[in-house]
């Protein structure tokens, strides 16, 4: 603003200038009275979002200033809705009582509220992380990322050498905000097209460079960690104001920890989203989630996203799924137990926070209340299978104690206007409340007094925040009234208001009583607060176990009423074997009974799957329910199927549907042969690998050769389990060629001209692939099915197809001069003069395809003669 216009403006709007000057890009709500209100530009921007009225300040001035205002009491929800928008909001508040203050009220910012560090509870999904990610590039080019969630106090990082596992990680991870510098980031412009709801917060990491140091939440950091964890702190400090303490020790990973699927393989296996919905309903989160507190949801995102590699903690998993299983009464009463747990990560973090009210208080002291009883369970349970499988929780009776002598058994619905605190609690509170009840019975006796000694029977005692105690009268009743202690107070238009002494006494000794209350039960309340903040470690803890149980049993119920079985541990990455597979999501959607459930066979010597069948027949269901049985069972759930023997995998590749990458320009193709270029070059003899249609995004023997190419390349280098699903049904005589590989196919039957999908997957291959019965499915016309059927008819009539396939043991040298003379004619019995002398004579643009098509073949056969 410039000085010609800061002279024009009142006190109040140059302060209001002064701190928006403070929180460049953000909205700001400006503190007074009981509205938030802002001005300018962003008046305009919080209007047309929150869809508030935009009226304006001196409206009679040459340049009115646009302004638009909220509640403070209700300002959460205009908070969030901003928030959601993209926005940060920098909350201005009056720093003084303005009863108090003379001339301009101080005023600050207190917070600033951005999508990474919203704690509003509607503004929170219950079994979501909320994260805020920072990224930095450490000193010997390493990428290094670190994500927080402030409403739980979670924290992890980690780091890589290759930008790409990273930017998954962060695809997959999802922050709601991304904290970087720019300038020391060179793919900025990639984060933004690969992360596009994602608000970035830029941001130079100079500005945060000082002594503090934030790194107490990791062991052992190394001087770039220790600078990535002062980059986010600072940063949070800097929005939130107060100190960040509650925050949990840092969880430092290799991804090379976990069983690594990148964010594609992700997405196509729908494990957390559907497809096509976006939602959560009809993904595998959506139907394995039964838990029942919001840390337990929370914690199954985690263990879905990051499969263990290691058998000792997956059998401890297993185990305790086991036994769960086995105590069915004392799981069904844990479970209702845990039912009642609120959400005690948020809890925790808003009461360290100081942010925690009353009725949050109580929701901790209720969660208290059933540890009790789930110790009960947990010890019947142990004892039932004579093995101490879980661990009692702490009781917290100290903590509970101390909230229970506070607070009231039952809190008013309107917890903003006191009455909080338990009588008994606190001596000059109870005084305070008692003048306040006794005060209420005197001033009933008074006007029961005053009426008999005036005759007034409809005088009454009335009250304003403005005047004070009255004692009112008619006009009419006010004439007839003779008595000396009457002093008028206020003439209405109908009536007469007055005071006594005796009124005015006790007077002063109610509006004392009832202030002093209000800010002593305040007091009481802020000190119970924290007091409870010094258990927050130890809460965090109890979380942590109950999230645990919580997926443990959620594991069991789904595991027990869906016949799961519990997977036997191969040590051998081909020793893999499913009887009887099913699909979870989709065997929930059409019922049990519906679903034709398969066998999955892989060994040491058939560790290739090449799978043919019709479109529609179940070949991408077969894929992802295998997928999911490697994925349940390294979370520690049994999977769906009769019986389970499987390796733990290292990494799951999939290339299942098609899509193009637009932002960047690329292809389908281009797409499908980079991310395939991707899993043959990371996969390891432990890894699955699932590929649909591999090559079918080029010329029909570009694809051919290119998946051909794929499968020998598989089976010689990478000897990773895989199944590779396709229509080219001239790859099946592979079988014969590669020793790994086994051709299976998905069972289909022609009765009558129409298709009977069987979805059975069968050894062997598939005899054809029923495309036009497909499109007959899909409604094609018949007119032009039946052109096709003839079409086909004369294509599959001259069809030849001519591959040269190299022994797996032959040299490359031999292979080299063998594929050379395939471009060689002079050892043929064809004359090269009659065959170009019989090209020169063809009129090309007369020529149908399938004409053009059945003269190359002539040719060919003329050669090979």
């Known amino acids: 603003m410039d000085s010609l216009t800061k002279k024009k403006q009142t006190p109040m709007m140059e302060q209001y200038y002064e701190i928006k000057a403070k929180s460049p890009g953000a909205i700001l709500f400006f503190r007074l009275g009981d509205f938030y209100e802002m001005f300018d530009e962003d008046a305009r921007l919080a209007a047309e979002i929150l869809e508030i009225t935009l009226t304006t300040r001196n409206k009679n001035a040459d340049n009115p200033i646009p302004m638009a205002g909220v509640p403070y009491h209700s300002a959460s929800d205009y908070i969030r809705r901003l928030v959601e928008a993209g926005y940060k909001v920098a909350i201005c508040e009056q720093m003084e009582d303005p009863k108090l203050t003379k001339g301009m009220v101080r005023r600050d910012i207190v917070k600033i509220i951005t999508p990474g560090t919203i704690m509003e509870a509607d503004a929170l999904e219950n079994k979501k992380h909320n994260y805020l990610a920072a990224l930095r590039k450490g000193s010997s080019g390493q990428l290094f990322l670190t994500y927080i969630d402030v409403s739980t106090g979670d924290i992890s990082m980690t780091s890589s050498s290759d930008a790409r596992q990273i930017y998954s990680e962060l695809q997959t991870i999802s922050p709601s905000e991304l904290l970087l510098d720019p300038d020391k980031i060179d793919d900025f412009d990639i984060l933004q097209s690969i992360l596009p709801q994602v608000y970035i917060s830029k941001r130079a990491e100079e500005n945060f460079s000082g002594s503090k140091s934030f790194t107490w939440q990791l062991a052992a950091a190394s001087r770039d960690e220790a600078e990535l964890l002062n980059y986010l702190f600072s940063y949070l400090e800097s929005v939130q104001k107060q100190a960040i303490n509650y925050v949990k020790p840092v969880i430092r990973y290799e991804l090379d920890q976990y069983l690594q699927m990148n964010h594609y393989t992700k997405a196509q296996l729908e494990l957390t989203q559907s497809l096509r919905t976006q939602r959560k309903k009809g993904s595998l989160l959506w139907f394995i989630d039964k838990t029942r507190t919001a840390m337990g ?3 199954l995102n985690q263990w879905l996203d990051k499969p263990l590699l290691l058998e000792e903690p997956l059998n401890d998993r297993h185990q305790k799924v086991a036994a769960l299983m086995d105590c069915y009464f004392e799981r069904q009463e844990l479970v209702d137990n845990l039912r009642n747990i609120y959400d005690l990560e948020r809890l925790v973090s808003k009461i360290s926070l100081g942010s925690a009210n009353a009725r949050e208080l109580d929701q901790l002291r209720l969660s208290l209340s059933y540890l009790p009883r789930i110790n009960q369970i947990l010890t019947s349970i142990n004892e039932a299978i004579a093995i101490d499988y879980f661990q009692t929780l702490p009781s917290f009776e100290k903590l509970y104690h101390l909230i229970d ?13 006191g009455g909080l605190i338990r009588s008994g609690y606190n001596e000059d509170l109870d005084r305070y409340q008692d003048a306040l009840n006794n005060g209420e019975n005197w001033l009933a006796e008074l006007q029961v007094r ?63 009583a009832s202030e002093k209350s209000v800010d002593l039960e305040y007091q009481l309340f802020v000190e119970l607060r924290q007091k409870v903040s010094n258990f927050s470690s130890s809460l965090q803890q109890l979380a942590e176990s109950i999230a645990e149980l919580d997926v443990l049993a959620s594991f069991a119920s789904l595991s027990e009423e869906e016949n799961y079985v519990r997977a036997e541990i191969s040590q051998h990455p081909h020793d893999f074997s499913l009887e009887a597979s099913r699909h ?3 065997e929930s959607l059409i019922g049990q009974a519906n679903f034709v459930a398969n066998d999955v066979d892989f060994s040491a010597e058939h560790y ?13 269901t077969y894929m992802r329910q295998v997928a999911y049985c490697v994925i349940l069972n390294q979370i520690g759930c049994f999977v769906p199927a009769k019986k389970a023997r499987l390796p733990l995998v290292d990494q799951i590749f999939t290339r299942i549907g098609s899509s193009d990458d637009i932002s960047s320009g690329q292809s389908t193709f281009m797409v499908e042969m980079m991310e395939t270029n991707t899993a043959l070059k990371q996969a390891t003899s432990r890894s699955l690998l699932l590929f649909d249609e591999i090559g079918r995004g080029t010329a029909t023997f570009d694809g051919m050769a290119l ?12 000897k990773a389990i895989t199944i590779f699903s396709t229509h080219y049904h001239e790859l099946t005589d592979l079988e014969s060629q590669i020793p790994s590989l086994k051709n299976i196919h998905v069972g289909a039957e022609e009765v009558e001209g129409h298709l009977v999908f069987l979805y059975k997957i069968i050894s062997g291959p598939a005899d054809k692939s029923y495309g036009l019965h497909v499109a007959k499915l899909a409604g094609l016309p018949d007119s032009l099915i039946n052109y096709s059927a003839q079409v086909l008819e004369e294509l599959e009539s001259n069809a030849t197809y001519l591959r040269h396939i190299p022994d797996l043991e032959q040299d490359q040298s031999d292979r080299d001069q063998e594929q050379l003379s395939l471009f060689t004619v002079s050892e043929t019995n064809c004359s090269e003069a009659e065959l170009l002398d019989e090209i020169k004579k063809i009129n090309l643009n007369r ?4 004409e053009a098509l059945n003269l190359m073949y002539k040719w060919q056969d003329k050669i090979l003669d």
């Open 405 to 417: 002598q506070a607070l009231l058994d039952e809190l008013p619905i309107s917890i903003t206007e």
């Open 584 to 586: 979870p999501v989709i």
């Open 450 to 512: 005053e009426r008999e000694k005036t005759g007034l029977k409809k005088l009454k005692i009335g009250f304003n925040k403005v005047f004070g105690y009255y004692i009112e009268v008619s006009r009419l009743q006010a004439q007839q009234l003779d008595d000396q202690r009457y002093q008028r107070k206020q003439t209405l238009a109908n009536s007469e208001r007055f005071i006594t002494e005796e009124l005015k006494e006790m007077e002063a000794v109610i509006l004392e």
């Open 847 to 850: 020529l149908t395809p399938i």
């Open 608 to 620: 290739i799957l090449l799978l043919t069948g019709p479109n529609m027949s179940g070949k991408s």
């Open 707 to 718: 998946a051909e190419g794929i499968i020998h390349y598989l089976a010689t280098q990478v």
């Open 297 to 299: 949801g929370r914690l």
